[in-house]
């Protein structure tokens, strides 16, 4: 059996490309599935034809994909639009390149549902609790959120302190789709969707693509920008407690702390190492969990933690330093994962952590998934 | 009772149905192994624990406790846009599993987790009552 471990450093990221972000009623999800692509092709100095790997999220249909971009790959898979795929289908891909299933595989995600007005709730998700009235994921945060409150005495103007950091980190994105400056009162005042919730803790909901190109390490070398490497990643699905989607009780917390420190080990880091942090940020409270499992600070005391500015590309822990799903797309999970490459490349302007060397990306959620990119 | 109710209905299908009656009838009730004893809900097509497909329904106290509840302010179904805000609480029942269900009436102005509640019954059409909780 091979040591997972001994992926360290084999596998590396060597383009990235995403469209601009906004609503697109005009374009199609493979129209704009090609424009990352292409960015991405561009990015890395590949010609396209080299592509023999090839992942879609949330892409309606990969043959399709593969067609509009002339591809015949030796290796595809189709992953779902759910969050949790972003940081799955990277590790698949990782998969794929070690054992050679492929030598350069593309990973493209579209999601146009802003044009498509999906509303994440109601018929678009029925479930056994809709009598109840209970649906969508924000709600299933809404209820975590109080526990947290109701557990160690976490406050709304605490969880204000993640939503308004990451506004001002996309402030410094000019790319980002919101940038109007926010206050810790503007989000208490900000109208109730399902409280404790309201509508600065909720994700953006915009079209886009994101496309992203790996390779191996050995490969990596030959190709235009400096390589940027997956040292490190953990995962742990946690299906048991499923009866209500996008809610557990624990908030992940083990699952987090799992997949967090598989992560740290396999990359040989730790958490002063890392420059900044990628966190998937659905809503708002998952940046709290996702802290407290990953043990950046201790159980129930992130509320603390994200007090005076600490997730600000100047503060203590950067923290999505393109504005996140909160404030600059809603990539579920890619743009951040395009941002960690970008960061470690010294191409981020005004957003730029200084002398950024390692980054750190965790999605928690029922798949939870943690990786560590280090500069090449 | 309400003929013209128009907020989601249950789906009744060959795993809920005996759930749904049991409602009808005013008692809740959960999925219960009959080889390894697990409770559970929602109901699964074979036990969680042991695979067994020999399951039944148990009847269950009624009673919980409130582990978390939340305020919808916003109407994902056209039939709720004249209740707005209403309540949904998350309530774990004595015997193990949780339930997403209502307060019975307004939130009360104590809420707070580990609240003891009780189950009780709202025929909200001819063929449909559904839980709800009110303090104990």
Same mark, same amino acid.
């Given at each position: 059996?091979?040591?997972?471990?001994?992926?360290?450093?084999?596998?590396?990221?060597?383009?990235?490309?995403?469209?601009?972000?906004?609503?697109?009623?005009?374009?199609?999800?493979?129209?704009?599935?090609?424009?990352?692509?292409?960015?991405?092709?561009?990015?890395?100095?590949?010609?396209?034809?080299?592509?023999?790997?090839?992942?879609?999220?949330?892409?309606?249909?990969?043959?399709?994909?593969?067609?509009?971009?002339?591809?015949?790959?030796?290796?595809?898979?189709?992953?779902?639009?759910?969050?949790?795929?972003?940081?799955?289908?990277?590790?698949?891909?990782?998969?794929?390149?070690?054992?050679?299933?492929?030598?350069?595989?593309?990973?493209?995600?579209?999601?146009?549902?802003?044009?498509?007005?999906?509303?994440?709730?109601?018929?678009?998700?029925?479930?056994?609790?809709?009598?109840?009235?209970?649906?969508?994921?924000?709600?299933?945060?809404?209820?975590?959120?109080?526990?947290?409150?109701?557990?160690?005495?976490?406050?709304?103007?605490?969880?204000?302190?993640?939503?308004?950091?990451?506004?001002?980190?996309?402030?410094?994105?000019?790319?980002?789709?919101?940038?109007?400056?926010?206050?810790?009162?503007?989000?208490?005042?900000?109208?109730?969707?399902?409280?404790?919730?309201?509508?600065?803790?909720?994700?953006?909901?915009?079209?886009?693509?994101?496309?992203?190109?790996?390779?191996?390490?050995?490969?990596?070398?030959?190709?235009?920008?400096?390589?940027?490497?997956?040292?490190?990643?953990?995962?742990?699905?946690?299906?048991?407690?499923?009866?209500?989607?996008?809610?557990?009780?624990?908030?992940?917390?083990?699952?987090?702390?799992?997949?967090?420190?598989?992560?740290?080990?396999?990359?040989?880091?730790?958490?002063?190492?890392?420059?900044?942090?990628?966190?998937?940020?659905?809503?708002?409270?998952?940046?709290?969990?996702?802290?407290?499992?990953?043990?950046?600070?201790? %159980? $129930? !005391?992130? #509320? +603390?933690?994200?007090?005076?500015?600490?997730?600000? *590309? /100047?503060?203590?822990?950067? =923290?999505?330093?393109?504005?996140?799903?909160?404030?600059?797309?809603?990539?579920?999970?890619?743009?951040?994962?395009?941002?960690?490459?970008?960061?470690? %490349? $010294? !191409?981020? #302007? +005004?957003?730029?952590?200084?002398?950024?060397?390692? *980054? /750190?990306?965790?999605?928690? =959620?029922?798949?939870?998934?943690?990786?560590?990119?280090?500069?090449? | 009772?309400?003929?013209?109710?128009?907020?989601?209905?249950?789906?009744?299908?060959?795993?809920?149905?005996?759930?749904?009656?049991?409602?009808?009838?005013?008692?809740?009730?959960?999925?219960?192994?009959?080889?390894?004893?697990?409770?559970?809900?929602?109901?699964?097509?074979?036990?969680?624990?042991?695979?067994?497909?020999?399951?039944?329904?148990?009847?269950?106290?009624?009673?919980?406790?409130?582990?978390?509840?939340?305020?919808?302010?916003?109407?994902?179904?056209?039939?709720?846009?004249?209740?707005?805000?209403?309540?949904?609480?998350?309530?774990?029942?004595?015997?193990?599993?949780?339930?997403?269900?209502?307060?019975?009436?307004?939130?009360?102005?104590?809420?707070?987790?580990?609240?003891?509640?009780?189950?009780?019954?709202?025929?909200?059409?001819?063929?449909?009552?559904?839980?709800?909780?009110?303090?104990?």
């Amino acid at each position: 059996m091979n040591d997972i471990k001994s992926l360290k450093n084999r596998i590396a990221v060597v383009g990235v490309g995403n469209t601009r972000y906004g609503s697109f009623p005009d374009v199609s999800d493979y129209g704009l599935g090609a424009q990352a692509f292409k960015a991405a092709i561009a990015d890395c100095g590949l010609d396209k034809n080299q592509i023999d790997g090839l992942v879609c999220c949330r892409v309606p249909y990969y043959a399709r994909m593969g067609e509009v971009l002339g591809l015949n790959p030796a290796w595809t898979i189709a992953l779902p639009g759910h969050g949790r795929m972003s940081g799955m289908s990277i590790i698949e891909a990782m998969l794929a390149l070690e054992t050679g299933a492929a030598k350069y595989v593309a990973l493209i995600y579209t999601n146009i549902g802003r044009s498509r007005r999906m509303s994440y709730g109601g018929e678009d998700s029925a479930s056994i609790w809709d009598p109840w009235g209970f649906t969508s994921p924000g709600a299933a945060h809404a209820l975590m959120f109080r526990m947290h409150m109701e557990r160690y005495g976490t406050t709304t103007r605490q969880l204000a302190e993640v939503s308004v950091a990451i506004r001002g980190n996309a402030m410094l994105n000019p790319d980002a789709v919101m940038k109007k400056p926010i206050t810790i009162d503007d989000h208490e005042a900000a109208r109730r969707i399902v409280e404790p919730l309201g509508l600065l803790d909720y994700c953006l909901v915009n079209d886009g693509a994101v496309c992203m190109i790996m390779t191996t390490a050995d490969r990596a070398r030959d190709l235009a920008k400096p390589p940027v490497l997956i040292s490190g990643f953990g995962a742990r699905d946690g299906f048991e407690r499923s009866s209500i989607s996008n809610f557990d009780a624990d908030f992940w917390f083990s699952e987090v702390r799992e997949a967090g420190t598989q992560a740290f080990q396999m990359a040989g880091v730790g958490h002063d190492d890392v420059d900044a942090f990628m966190c998937y940020d659905n809503f708002s409270p998952t940046v709290l969990f996702s802290l407290e499992g990953l043990g950046y600070c201790e %159980r $129930g !005391e992130s #509320g +603390a933690f994200v007090e005076g500015g600490t997730l600000g *590309v /100047h503060g203590r822990l950067p =923290t999505n330093t393109d504005g996140g799903h909160l404030s600059n797309s809603y990539m579920q999970g890619w743009a951040l994962n395009i941002e960690a490459v970008r960061q470690l %490349r $010294g !191409e981020c #302007g +005004a957003r730029q952590v200084p002398d950024c060397e390692v *980054v /750190h990306y965790v999605a928690a =959620t029922p798949c939870t998934r943690s990786i560590i990119y280090t500069k090449g | 009772m309400n003929v013209t109710y128009t907020k989601p209905l249950p789906v009744v299908d060959s795993l809920t149905k005996q759930y749904w009656e049991n409602a009808r009838s005013h008692r809740l009730s959960v999925q219960r192994c009959r080889d390894c004893g697990d409770r559970h809900f929602p109901p699964c097509d074979v036990c969680p624990k042991c695979l067994s497909d020999d399951q039944d329904w148990e009847v269950v106290s009624g009673r919980g406790t409130l582990l978390s509840w939340v305020r919808f302010h916003r109407a994902y179904w056209d039939g709720y846009r004249g209740e707005l805000p209403y309540d949904v609480c998350l309530v774990k029942l004595d015997e193990g599993p949780l339930v997403l269900s209502n307060f019975s009436g307004n939130a009360p102005e104590n809420a707070r987790m580990g609240m003891p509640l009780r189950a009780v019954f709202d025929d909200v059409t001819e063929q449909v009552s559904l839980v709800r909780f009110a303090p104990e």
